[in-house]
Structure formats: C-alpha cells, structure tokens
C-alpha cells in the first residue's frame, strides 16, 4: 500500500483537500478525531466506508508531511 493508494487530493472533491480515495472523509477529520482520543474501533463505526488501511494511511500522509515541514515551525507555534 502506497499514500496515494487510499489518499487523494482533487480540487472538485472537499475543495481540494486531503480525503480518503473514494470517500469525502478528509484526512485532517481523521486525524482530528485521534487526536481527541478515538480509537479506530471508533473511526470504522461511525465512517462505514473506511477501513483499517485507510486510516493507516492517513497518519502515513500526516507524517510524511510533519517531516517534510520540520524546522519550518517553531514548537511553541504548533496548533
């Protein structure tokens, strides 16, 4: 499984932003929801469509992007 597998990004679907393949579940909801304590048990009950691989990927396109910005915020700045 590659990111661009499960994650795309196109202007005609949520205005561009990241979302799982197929769905108009962003990316940034599934990380949000994580990181407000919600397990993936959580996740799959509530978005039938999305699976175990598709919220590995998720947090996959989410570190990649940490890495790449690394030096560009300092840690007092991040949100």
């Known amino acids: 499984m590659t990111i661009t597998d499960r994650i795309e990004v ?4 949520m205005m561009g ?3 799982i393949r197929g769905t108009r579940i962003p990316v940034e ?3 949000r929801k994580i ?3 919600a397990s993936e ?3 799959l ?4 469509k999305l699976t175990h691989e598709d919220i590995q990927a998720a947090i996959a ?5 940490a890495h790449d910005e690394v030096g560009e915020m300092e ?5």
């Open 10 to 13: 196109n202007p005609k679907v």
């Open 41 to 43: 048990a959580d996740l």
């Open 35 to 37: 990181s407000e304590g």
């Open 61 to 65: 396109y989410a570190a990649r992007l």
């Open 45 to 48: 009950e509530a978005y039938p």
């Open 17 to 19: 932003k990241p979302v």
């Open 29 to 31: 909801l599934i990380l």
């Open 75 to 79: 840690p007092h700045e991040v949100p």
